[in-house]
């Protein structure tokens, strides 16, 4: 079965402070990998994905996830943190030798930007 | 349209009552999801389309659960006698063929389902 954890509910980072956001999974085979960005009152919106090719992957807003095989991991990072980054963060995965459709998400990571 | 559109925003309805949500997809998008957003539990899936097919609706928590969609498009979740712990934020998703590599998944801004 695919998993993935979100070990911390929320994470607290100074404004200009780099920010990291943990992911990890579990697949039986190759994984598909997503983060996704949930501002209040709004649905999920794409932030970047890993499929294959080169372990760090450049995605929105100026963010970034390292994936990382060996450790199962797939942590989101930015360099400079904004006020504006304050919002409900998803990892999710997919397996991809398991041929399921269907991604599974975490369950959520809350980032808190502090001026 | 050029998004993923649901209704209704809000829903509140008396325990006991039924209830439709609905879902409009990305025009083209051949594949279709359903999840619950409940406080404190992520994402849980519910009910995948692929066109007007579900093959997989193992998410679905009860029989008083149900989904269709038609014409490769528009889906409606349906609650029978809904209960208190039904109440959650329903979203639904929608992406491309698979064909077309792996693409992101494109959620609209949910239904918030309150059970009184």
């Known amino acids: 079965a695919q998993s993935v954890a979100q070990p911390e509910d929320q994470v607290n980072v100074a404004e200009g402070n780099p920010l990291t956001v943990k992911c990890t999974y579990s697949?039986?085979?190759?994984?598909?990998l997503f983060w996704y960005v949930q501002y209040p009152n709004r649905g999920l919106q794409f932030l970047l994905k890993y499929i294959t090719g080169d372990n760090l992957v450049k995605g929105s807003y100026g963010f970034e996830a390292e994936f990382n095989k060996s450790q199962t991991s797939f942590h989101l990072k930015k360099p400079s943190a904004l006020v504006s980054d304050s919002a409900l963060y998803f990892c999710a995965v997919r397996d991809i030798l398991k041929g399921s459709y269907i991604p599974t998400f975490g369950r959520g990571t809350s980032l808190i930007v502090h001026p | 349209g050029a998004g993923v559109s649901q209704s209704p925003s809000n829903k509140v309805t008396e325990k006991g009552k039924d209830v439709e949500l609905r879902c409009d997809p990305i025009?083209?998008?051949?594949?279709l999801y359903w999840y619950r957003q409940s406080l404190g539990q992520g994402l849980e899936f519910l009910i995948y389309?692929?066109?007007?097919?579900?093959?997989?609706k193992s998410g679905l928590p009860s029989d008083r659960f149900s989904a269709e969609r038609t014409g490769g498009s528009v889906s409606t979740l349906t609650i029978q006698r809904t209960q208190q712990e039904d109440s959650a934020v329903y979203l639904c998703?929608?992406?491309?063929?698979?064909?077309?590599?792996?693409?992101?998944?494109?959620f609209g801004s949910g239904t918030r389902l309150t059970v009184v």
């Open positions: 998703a929608s992406s491309a063929a698979r064909g077309q590599g792996e693409p992101p998944y494109t």
């Open positions: 025009s083209g998008h051949t594949a």
């Open positions: 697949v039986s085979g190759n994984p598909y």
């Open positions: 389309f692929q066109g007007n097919s579900a093959p997989d």
